[in-house]
């Protein structure tokens, strides 16, 4: 675009995931360290997610909130993960983090695996 601005659809992460961060950081001792997900080459369909605690980000992270609850997404991450949104899920078979991706075209079984088209 002339003005430099971005067109990309923002990355989102509701309350409910928010707040699940920051009760698994608490319980692991680390109130104030954020998760970090990761996009990576592998699984049944071509790409996965990966989540980990992180104390803080890295230079040229997209943090996604301030305090407790932080969400860090790499550059090379968020360019999969445009459009995205990372919730938290409570089902009969277990609770887990969930991402709606309008890029990924096509899922794996398990939920945690994708492709683009």
Not at 38 to 59: M, R
Request: charged share 25%; glycine share 12%; proline share 5%.
């Amino acid at each position: 675009m002339p003005d430099g601005a971005s067109t990309a659809p923002a990355f989102r992460v509701t309350d409910r995931a928010r707040a699940q961060v920051a009760e698994i950081a608490a319980r692991e001792g680390r109130p104030a360290a954020g998760l970090r997900l990761a996009v990576e080459a592998g699984g049944c369909s071509g790409f996965q997610y990966k989540f980990g605690l992180e104390d803080s980000p890295a230079e040229d992270d997209l943090v996604v909130g301030e305090g407790e609850g932080r969400v860090f997404v790499d550059p090379v991450s968020l360019d999969l993960l445009a459009g995205a949104e990372l919730d938290w899920a409570e089902e009969l078979i277990g609770a887990h983090f969930a991402i709606r991706n309008p890029q990924a075209v096509s899922a794996c079984g398990c939920g945690t695996s994708f492709s683009v088209g």
